[in-house]
């Protein structure tokens, strides 16, 4: 009779023998190496997509835009950098040549300042960006501004004043340059939304935070940002009809939503009365670097991804929730908003 434990180490030898068998090693090996030539394969798409790229940025000045110009400058992109400051945009370009290459090619870029509110400016700006190379391969709109303020407090103006600068003058621009775009039968359309363009958190800044996000008990108490999540709504959902009516001319559209990033939108946000806030959030100071969400806006960009979440596991599990448990979503976030509105006034 086999005892026990021989009959164990007799499996465990035959187990051995299968994995390092003739048969299933070169499989194994086969396969990463099937995964290592497709990713060598994307990469190199990536590289020859970008270089020599006509790609336009607005809110070039600072933050995740300023960022962003680095890294599809550094990629070989021909660049057009927008703003409402001069001066800003000038500097920008100052840096951008002052570290050019020998080993990589690079292009001096252009720049167009233009303010998004003013639909008027914004077709003059889209006449002026053509005229720099021509015509426009990819556009990133991805200037935008922050609210505070609860809905009750809110006037109107300062309504109309988000939803301007965050959705009308984005979908503005991008009008002004699709019809290039339908002509050559090829261009891209980048959207810089946020986590918020997906869900609204009551009494949070304009990005989702990630920490407790689904806890209401450990909320900080901060601003209601109704507004502005309602400019990313809209924004979401105009630039996914958009991809779908664009699929037949071969356009790109691309939506990226980001969650906190370590920039100044919270310290330039308005208020309900349309002052400037001035003061950078918690959360905000804690978010990711915008170098860092640059990188991936440049490979999702790259990559030709059409949806795209830059948040932690937190947030992303909230938009899941949201879809698929739509009423403990909703008792989650009213507890919150009752636990806050608590702190609040007392």
């Known amino acids: 009779m086999v005892s026990q434990a021989t009959r164990k180490s007799l499996l465990k030898r035959r187990a051995m023998d299968l994995i390092t068998s003739t048969a299933i090693l070169p499989l194994l090996f086969g396969c990463l190496g099937?995964?290592?030539?497709?990713?060598?394969?994307?990469?190199?798409?990536?590289?020859?997509?970008?270089?020599?790229?006509?790609v336009v940025v607005t809110g070039a000045t600072s933050g995740l835009g300023r960022e962003c110009a680095k890294a599809f400058y550094a990629a070989g992109?021909?660049?057009?950098?927008?703003?409402r400051n001069v001066e800003g945009l000038e500097e920008?370009?100052?840096?951008?040549?002052?570290?050019?290459?020998?080993?990589?090619?690079?292009?001096?870029?252009?720049?167009?300042?233009?303010?998004?509110?003013?639909?008027?400016?914004?077709?003059?700006?889209?006449?002026?960006?053509?005229?720099?190379?021509?015509?426009?391969?990819?556009l990133i709109n991805n200037a935008g501004i922050s609210y505070r303020g609860a809905i009750m407090d809110t006037t109107v103006d300062v309504d109309k004043k988000v939803m301007e600068t965050n959705y009308f003058g984005p979908v503005a621009l991008t009008k002004a340059l699709l019809p290039s775009m339908i002509k050559r039968r090829r261009g891209h359309i980048v959207t810089i939304s946020s986590v918020q363009g997906k869900i609204s958190i009551p009494f949070r800044s304009a990005y989702l935070g990630q920490p407790h996000l689904l806890s209401p008990l450990k909320a900080q108490t901060q601003p209601c940002q109704e507004e502005d999540a309602a400019s990313k709504h809209a924004t979401q959902a105009f630039f996914d009809c958009?991809?779908?009516?664009?699929?037949?001319?071969?356009?790109?559209?691309?939506?990226?939503?980001?969650?906190?990033?370590?920039?100044?939108?919270?310290?330039?946000?308005?208020?309900?009365d349309g002052s400037?806030?001035?003061?950078m959030d918690r959360n905000t100071a804690q978010g990711r670097s915008p170098a860092e969400v640059a990188q991936d806006v440049l490979a999702a960009v790259g990559k030709k991804k059409k949806d795209v979440i830059l948040a932690d596991w937190v947030p992303s599990l909230a938009i899941y929730l949201r879809n698929l448990a739509p009423g403990l979503f909703f008792s989650i976030m009213a507890s919150r908003a009752r636990k806050e509105q608590k702190s609040k006034n007392s």
Request: proline fraction near 4%.
């Open 34 to 54: 099937i995964f290592g030539l497709f990713r060598l394969l994307q990469w190199i798409r990536m590289k020859a997509y970008l270089r020599n790229a006509v």
């Open 77 to 83: 992109a021909k660049l057009v950098l927008c703003g």
């Open 92 to 138: 920008l370009v100052r840096e951008l040549t002052a570290f050019r290459s020998p080993q990589k090619q690079t292009h001096k870029p252009y720049t167009v300042t233009f303010d998004l509110t003013d639909p008027r400016a914004v077709m003059a700006a889209g006449a002026e960006i053509l005229q720099c190379f021509g015509y426009v391969d990819i």
């Open 242 to 272: 958009l991809r779908a009516e664009m699929e037949q001319d071969e356009i790109k559209v691309t939506v990226i939503s980001p969650g906190y990033i370590r920039t100044n939108l919270s310290v330039n946000a308005v208020t309900s």
């Open 276 to 279: 400037r806030y001035g003061a």
